[in-house]
T-cell receptor
Framework: SAVISQKPSRDICQRGTSLTIQCQVD?????MFWYRQQPGQSLTLIAT?????????ESGFVIDKFPISRPNLTFSTLTVSNMSPEDSSIYLC???????????FGSGTQLSVL | KQEVTQIPAALSVPEGENLVLNCSFT??????LQWFRQDPGKGLTSLLL?????REQTSGRLNASLDKSSGRSTLYIAASQPGDSATYLC??????????FGTGTRLTIIP
């Protein structure tokens, strides 16, 4: 199994600012994903972080709002830009495990925007 | 549209009882199905993964079944304990390398 370190674990931010969330994996992985979980809701995929190329965004999510970096096979960042209270959610990084197709998750970042 | 549904949204059970959590999905052509556990304010922990060709998977007190023809999966928890209290999420891979999540069942085990 993969061990995923996600930082920060929580933050309270002001409207209009940006927050960058980091995800570090203890082994090289092909696929890294970023999910959002709004209060009382299930998980929604934001984008797939691709190493060496631009991230692939899901419908309803755009690069200007959620820029993603993937400089190598063990690290990715998600930035939530120009935040509004509607961005208050848990943001989760996940990776797939080569060979058994399980998906592993970081501990999440609980974001509150005032 | 490919959807995953979990009913009920919340369930309370006395300690020691066996229980079943339900997951239904709209498209029987799935690749695999995964059950997760989420504690409040935390990330997800993978519990069991069932491939499309399998009918069930077991891990300790947990048993997950899959019936593709009826579009259903169940997670059976034997001899429930207070530490089992959490939200349980079902997620389906419909073959497009992405997971579609249900809204979860919030389980409370009453001591």
């Amino acid at each position: 199994s993969a061990v995923i370190s996600q930082k920060p674990s929580r933050d309270i931010c002001q409207r209009g600012t940006s927050l960058t969330i980091q995800c570090q994996v203890d082994s090289q992985v092909t696929m890294m994903f970023w999910y959002r979980q709004q209060p009382g809701q299930s998980l929604t995929l934001i984008a797939t972080a691709n190493q060496g190329s631009e991230a692939t965004y899901e419908s309803g999510f755009v690069i200007d709002k959620f820029p993603i970096s993937r400089p190598n096979l063990t690290f990715s960042t998600l930035t939530v830009s120009n935040m509004s209270p509607e961005d208050s959610s848990i943001y989760l990084c996940s990776v797939d495990s080569v060979g058994n197709e399980k998906l592993f998750f970081g501990s999440g970042t609980q974001l509150s925007v005032l | 549209k490919q959807e995953v549904t979990q009913i009920p949204a919340a369930l309370s059970v006395p300690e020691g009882e066996n229980l079943v959590l339900n997951c239904s999905f709209t498209d029987s052509a799935i690749y695999n199905l995964q059950w997760f556990r989420q504690d409040p304010g935390k990330g997800l922990t993978s519990l069991l993964l069932i491939q499309s060709s399998q009918r069930e998977q077991t891990s300790g007190r947990l048993n997950a079944s899959l019936d593709k023809s009826s579009g259903r999966s169940t997670l059976y928890i034997a001899a429930s304990q207070p530490g089992d209290s959490a939200t349980y999420l079902c997620a389906v891979n419909f073959g497009n390398e992405k997971l579609t999540f249900g809204t979860g069942t919030r389980l409370t085990i009453i001591p």
